[in-house]
């Protein structure tokens, strides 16, 4: 779509455009450059409660429900600014605060020099088609993309089946939702999320028995109601053989694409003898699994009550703590086992909360991925890291590269590079005094066009690792070329190395495999001398772990950097 000249408006009189904006059934709303509102016709007014007054001057956001995320806005102005105009479907809000579905066209208006002068957006509501669409939808028995049954006929399949039932009858009710489903559609788009799910759908339907209940509730989550269950060992058992073959990769498009799966099960009727609270239960339980790592499956136990308390304050505070910028970093040193010199440190996140407390990276870092969260509290990270170093810079300490750990959604945005560098610059720091872990998970999906961004990344002069290899899968011909400098060994099979025969057969491999491509090896969480002295004697370049230090503050890690030749000396490694 063309973007509009000023002066085709300019030859009409203003009285004729004038009778024209107010005669329209659609709400019409006028801004200059600055997207500061100038006007707005009387269908506007009557559509979304606003008075002229009480806009003009103000900007757009004021009609904001809440209901589209950053990244939906940020896709819409790129489209505004590349094409001249926008369209779609959006949900915003009334001056009484109802929130309502509207169609919304965007355009801009550019002066004679093409810059532009003003947008304006035309706007429909459409609440009466939305509540049309979901009639329809009701009335019919199937999810139009799976095929399954959908959320009404599996309610009412399952009332059924619960009115039916004997005094021993016994039904496991299983809620599947996909980790980190969103990430797969915003970076290869809906048309591969569209397709995995009809896969992920096909491969549930290739486990069920012909008389258990599947369907696909919404969005990337399924149900599953397992009946005749003789014992609920057969959920586990079943749950089990899911994970196992959704881990499996698939192939779409010509890409090749990994995900896990967590399953939250209740059971009827220990659970409950509604259809809506085993539901319920299962899900809490599904959030418990993935509060716990993800790619596993949990029962719901009534404790699980209070902890889907903890999960909602859990959004709602970390969201406040992003916006004050309420966290703290840690350094854990890392040590070469070869000069037995700090050669670096990684920077894990802390994070206190008045009413929640001490909340663990490891159960908010998830649920920031989840939610998108991540990307704005990594930018604050990097931030603090930033700060510090500037810090540390000023007091004339060694310099000492810092390690951050990079989600896998943040490194997959369009403008990661552009966004890490704008910070990076705006402290005076540069990417040589910069390391980023990228999880196996991170780098392996879509590895072919992740290739690329790496070698941009090594060229702008950060170094790059593989945090927690071994725990992810990994496709040796895309180690080969990706530009790495360290893998870092999962602390899984570095803690029960010395226990385990074959856990210290893979950190062996490991550590030969990676020498022959010529990245050097970092093991994480050795926490014992025989650790450390037998990664010494496996070949292991670096140690990172409570033997040597835990994770501490700056001024901590200052004191520690101090008195090293003494630390050094206390733990007695030759
Ligand atoms: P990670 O990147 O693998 O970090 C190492 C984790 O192992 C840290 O846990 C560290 O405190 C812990 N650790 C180190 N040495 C030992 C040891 O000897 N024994 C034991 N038991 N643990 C050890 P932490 O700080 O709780 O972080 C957990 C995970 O959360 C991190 O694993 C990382 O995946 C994630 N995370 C932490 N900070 C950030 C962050 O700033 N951004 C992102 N995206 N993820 C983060
Ligand atoms: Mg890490
Ligand atoms: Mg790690």
Redesign the pocket.
């Known amino acids: 779509m063309k973007q509009l000249p000023a002066e085709n408006f300019s030859s009409l009189p203003n009285k004729i455009i004038d009778q024209i904006l107010h005669a329209t059934k659609e709400g019409i709303m006028i801004t200059d450059d600055k997207m500061i509102i100038s006007l707005v016709n009387t269908a506007f007014e009557s559509l979304t409660g606003y008075k002229m007054q009480d806009v003009k001057g103000k900007t757009p956001r004021i009609l904001q429900s809440g209901k589209q995320d950053a990244n939906f806005y940020k896709n819409m102005w790129k489209d505004i600014q590349v094409k001249g105009s926008w369209q779609g479907e959006i949900w915003n809000k009334r001056k009484n605060g109802d929130i309502y579905p509207e169609r919304l066209a965007i355009h801009t208006i550019v002066n004679e020099e093409g810059s532009v002068t003003n947008y304006f957006g035309i706007f429909s509501d459409i609440s009466l088609k939305k509540d049309f669409e979901k009639e329809m939808e009701e009335l019919t028995l199937t999810d139009s993309l799976t095929n399954m049954m959908n959320r009404n006929t599996f309610y009412e399949q399952l009332e059924g089946l619960i009115e039916k039932s004997t005094n021993n009858t016994e039904y496991a009710m299983l809620v599947i939702d996909l980790d980190r489903f969103k990430q797969i559609n915003e970076t290869l788009g809906n048309e591969v999320g569209d397709l995995l799910l009809t896969e992920v759908a096909n491969r549930i339907n290739s486990i069920v028995r012909c008389n258990d209940l599947v369907s696909r509730y919404g969005g990337d989550e399924f149900l599953v109601t397992i009946t005749n269950l003789e014992y609920q060992k057969e959920a586990l058992h079943f749950a089990n053989e899911l994970n196992k073959l959704l881990n499996k990769p698939f192939h779409i498009n010509g890409r090749e694409i990994y995900i896990t799966s967590s399953i939250g099960i209740s059971f009827y009727p220990q659970d409950g003898i509604e259809v809506e609270t085993l539901i319920q239960k299962a899900d809490k339980a599904m959030y418990f699994a993935k509060q716990n790592g993800r790619n596993q499956y949990a029962f719901y136990f009534d404790e699980l009550q209070t902890d889907a308390e903890r999960l909602l304050l859990l959004e709602s505070e970390l969201r406040k703590a992003i916006k004050q910028k309420a ?1 703290d ?2 350094y ?1 040193p890392k040590v070469s086992l070869d000069t037995l010199q700090i050669i670096g440190v ?5 994070w206190t909360n008045n009413t929640l407390g001490v909340v ?3 159960e908010f ?1 998830p649920y ?2 989840d939610t998108g969260l ?1 990307i704005p ?2 930018e604050v ?1 990097l931030e603090k890291v930033c700060m510090d170093i500037v810090d540390w810079r000023s007091r004339g300490t060694q310099h000492i590269p810092v390690s ?4 896998a959604l ?1 490194f997959q945005q369009d403008d990661f590079m552009e966004r890490i560098n704008a910070i990076i610059t705006k402290y005076n720091c540069s990417p040589q005094q910069l390391e980023l ?1 990228l ?1 196996e998970r991170a780098v392996m999906q879509d590895a072919e066009s992740i290739v690329n961004k790496l070698v941009k990344l090594k060229q702008m002069g950060f170094k790059i690792s593989i ?2 290899f071994g725990t992810g899968y990994s496709s040796l011909s895309y180690l080969n070329r990706f530009p790495l400098n360290y893998l ?1 060994i ?2 899984s099979f ?2 029960q190395m010395t226990e385990l025969q074959d856990k210290q057969a893979i950190v062996d491999t490991i550590i030969l495999m990676a020498h022959r491509l010529h990245i050097k090896v970092i093991a ?4 014992t001398k025989e650790q450390v002295k037998l990664l010494k004697e496996m070949g292991c370049d670096i140690v ?4 040597f230090s ?2 501490i503050s700056s001024s901590a890690l200052l004191d520690f950097l101090e008195l090293w030749e003494i630390h050094k000396q206390e733990r007695n490694i030759q």
């Open positions: 966290f970093v840690h854990q990684e920077a894990p996140v802390r663990s990276p490891a870092i920031a991925e991540i509290l990594s990270i951050i750990n990079i989600a943040h872990e999880t945090d927690d870092k999962d602390s570095i803690q994480e969480g050795a926490e990172q772990g409570y033997y835990k994770p």
